[in-house]
């Protein structure tokens, strides 16, 4: 059998556990690597839920399914062959495993909370990166893309330390997520420490993000510590 695990916001985990997960599943092998198993976590919550749950389940080997990178057209393989491709891959992320059919309540094993801060945003390696504006990259109505456009304008400039600073004191939720996004890594950790006590939960997670992809030390430790439930 091979075991696959799916993500699905928490106000379904009845359902789930009533009758299974509609086709198609989008779902990721469960590798020995947890940062990779769970890797389209945050890009997940990026579309509108925040609290989302794991469902492990499992698949018959000669089980047919579609493997591939979300931006390339899949390949039909066996559920064990899947496994295989992506176990042995040198960096499997943006990849992910299709199930054309149904998938029972009988073949959900587990049902967990899905971890908070693994995975990547946007793309794969994309923190700290420029995003670009473009309408191939940032499709019309995708979540804050109108916002995005606005703040790179036409040229996409990168914004000034300064200007980020400013950002993380802002009243919008957005602006300040903006803000830490955007950092990719610059300046202390002391500048920003005080989102620790940020009444939105979002800016919050978006801070753990951060401390996790781009900062080392023990500030940053500390800080992450805070962070942690």
Known sequence: ???FVHLTPARLTATVRRGGLGAPV?????LPSHTLTYQWARELR???AREFVAVTFVLPDSEPVDVGHYGKPPERVTAARAVAILRTMPDP????VVVPRRVTAREVR??????RVTGWRYMPAAHGRRPCACPGCLGRGQIGAARLRRRLGEDGARQGYAELLAGLRSDDPDEVRWAL???GGRGEVADFAFLAEHPDPEVRDELAEVLTESYRGPAARALLERLTP
Do not use: N, Q
Not at 26 to 30: H, K, R, S
């Open 93 to 96: 992320r943006g990849y992910e």
């Open 26 to 30: 989008y779902c990721f092998p469960v």
């Open 1 to 3: 059998m091979s075991r």
């Open 181 to 183: 996004w955007s950092l």
């Open 110 to 115: 587990t049902i967990r909370p899905a971890p």
């Open 46 to 48: 990026r579309r509108g």
